[in-house]
């Protein structure tokens, strides 16, 4: 039989994004975190969490610049 799904609240996803429960609270009202309410309460799928920490260590190695070019001498 499946598991239940865990739904993590705004301190468990503070804690694993090293982030405070406020800044968690803002980014989840934003949209920037796939997260949805429980009524009142704001939750996140913890699957949709390890979905939304692999885009940023991947958005990371995209952004870096990567090693430095030759330069050409003239």
Excluded: C
């Amino acid at each position: 039989m499946n598991e239940p799904e865990r739904l993590l609240d705004r301190k468990e996803v503070a804690e694993r994004l090293s982030l405070s429960p406020l800044t968690v609270g803002h980014m989840m009202r934003a949209g920037k975190l796939p997260a949805f309410k429980m009524g009142r309460l704001w939750r996140v799928r913890e699957a949709d969490l390890d979905a939304y920490i692999q885009g940023l260590s991947g958005q990371r190695d995209a952004d870096s610049p990567g090693p430095p070019r030759p330069r050409s001498r003239r």
